[in-house]
């Protein structure tokens, strides 16, 4: 059984380079002679994704994500499919340097939900436990998607396809959140789709109250239709209304793939279009999805940088009337 993944990753500049959470900070005044000192106006520090990496905090990322898992119920003899969130408390990661002198990159994800089926007794209990290391060493290039780079493992019961950008300023302007997403493929069927956005969270303080902004995004996913995976890709626009605290926008994933090593295009075919409904509170976003005309879902997001500059979140859906054979998992990022 696969209970640890250790296949290092990193070259900083490849895999996970472009988003990350700061601290805050305050200001101090005084004055002379009495009277009532003036509130000290709140300063807020960012750090991109690649600095947290070179100054060894990655720790501090903070997360957006969502899985769609598998489990198997033993009294109904089947598999059941659940979309569960992902958070800070859900998933950590970790930086430094192995036996080899190689610079690793460490994902590790803690997440149990059980949920009993109508008219069973017996609950399915959805696992997703383990860690996921790799470096630099591990990291190729899509040569159909030069953008994307790609880690895969073998092991004796799954398979781990694991997939980011190669530089997230130049593909999604971004520099305080980036993404990342992952198929766990089990030779028994129970395979867990993993997606998330990462990087430095927008401080409550520092968010827009008034006006709003179009965000442009860039959109990575997966898709499974009648018992094939595919990989997909897109784009689309976000609109914020930070007077109403309201995101509304669509995204198109029309560029899909079937070849998990270089991502080549097949041709016509589309994973669909996605429209965003949510609420903003904080700097957070919850909502709900129309995936292709009708198939419901729902996304998690959060602004990341200062003054909302960015937003990264993720999403899931799936066929109500075939969810085992028709659901996707997808990220975003962009940039104002």
């Excluded at 998607?145 to 999604?172: E, I, Q, W």
């Excluded at 990462?198 to 990575?220: E, L, N």
């Excluded at 926008?249 to 899909?256: A, M, S, T």
């Amino acid at each position: 059984m696969v209970t640890k993944f250790q296949f290092s990753a990193l070259l900083v500049s490849v895999f996970i380079i472009s988003a990350c959470g700061g601290g805050g900070g305050g200001g101090g005044s005084s004055i002379m002679g009495g009277g009532v000192a003036p509130n000290p106006t709140p300063t807020y520090n960012y750090s991109t994704v690649e600095s947290r990496f070179d100054t060894n905090t990655v720790s501090e990322y903070d997360v957006t994500g969502v899985a769609v898992a598998q489990a198997y119920n033993e009294e109904a003899q089947t598999n059941y499919i659940s979309q569960l969130r992902l958070g800070d408390s859900d998933m950590s990661f970790s930086s430094g340097t192995d036996a080899n002198g190689n610079t690793f990159f460490t994902i590790d994800i803690n997440k149990f939900y059980s949920s009993t089926p109508e008219g069973l007794s017996t609950a399915s209990e959805f696992v997703l436990n383990y860690e996921a290391s790799f470096t630099g060493n591990d990291i190729f290039t899509l040569s159909e998607a030069p953008n994307f780079l790609s880690v895969t493992k073998y092991f004796s019961n799954a398979t781990l396809r694991m997939y980011g950008l190669n530089d997230t300023k130049a593909y999604a302007g971004t520099d305080y959140v980036d993404m990342v997403m992952w198929w766990m493929d089990y030779d028994y069927g129970t395979d867990d789709l993993v997606s998330f956005a990462f990087g430095d969270k927008t401080y409550s303080g520092d968010m827009p109250t008034s006006s709003s902004a179009d965000y442009a995004v860039k959109s990575m996913g997966f898709w499974v239709y009648e018992g094939t995976g595919y990989a997909y890709k897109g784009s689309g626009t976000l609109t914020a209304n930070f007077q109403s605290m309201t995101l509304t926008g669509n995204i198109l994933n029309d560029y899909v793939t079937a070849d998990p090593f270089s991502w080549s295009q097949i041709a016509g075919a589309s994973a669909g279009n996605i429209d965003f409904n949510g609420t903003i509170s904080g700097s957070d976003v919850t909502g709900t999805i129309d995936w292709a005309n009708g198939r419901e879902g729902f996304f998690d997001a959060s602004f990341f940088g200062p003054s909302a500059a960015e937003i990264g979140g993720s999403y899931a859906a799936y066929d109500n009337e075939n969810a085992y054979d028709n659901h996707i998992s997808g990220t975003f990022i962009g940039v104002k």
